[in-house]
């Protein structure tokens, strides 16, 4: 790309991206098929927030260590729609991945439709017991949209094992892809097509 970027862009893009689907699918655990290429994290995180449909009064769940563009898109979501952001205090030193579940799960209501949620979280480099959390969270209609910070490559992982309704995933820091390079995974009966959801 650096090279002739034109050439690349216009002609050699477009044929290279099923491989590095593949590439990606594997290393993450993930059939290639349900991953896309994402420019940034937040940009994810507001593809998936723009295919709910929103209400006023529903609500959209994060905790105090998120990244603040990613609590920024739940933000625009929630003043589009007149939904909540309600935002869950992780208080530090954290006692540990008890604590988390307890702090999470209490805040849950009935109108909660949307737990955002990092795995590494990228102000406090904590490690969330998302793999407790996603199963019990995905009642009732909720969704869970899991945003991956630092990135995968720091632990084993295997996204369609963890449930969440969608997956965000950095690639260009302990994977040293290029820059730029993150992902978004949507569950399977998620995506549109018939007989599914959209």
Known sequence: MESNPVAFLARGLEDRLPAARAAVGAFVGADPDDLAFVPNATFGIATALGSLRLSPGDELLATDHEYNAALNALRVAALDSGAW?????????????????????????????????????????????????????????????????????????????????????????????????????????LKPGPGRSS
Do not use: Q
Request: a positive charge; charged letters at 25%.
């Open 85 to 189: 952001v309600v935002t869950v205090p992780i208080p530090l030193p954290v006692a540990g991945p008890d604590d988390v579940v307890e702090r999470v799960l209490a805040a849950v209501t009935a109108r909660t439709r949307l737990a955002l949620l990092s795995h590494v979280t990228s102000p406090t480099a904590l490690v969330f017991p998302v793999e407790r959390l996603v199963p019990v969270l995905g009642g009732a209609g909720r969704r869970r949209a899991r945003r991956r910070c630092p990135c995968p490559g720091d632990d084993p992982l295997r996204v369609e094992d963890l449930g969440a309704s969608w997956y965000v995933g950095n690639l260009h820091k302990w994977c040293c892809a290029p820059k730029g390079r993150r992902f978004l995974h949507v569950r399977r009966d």
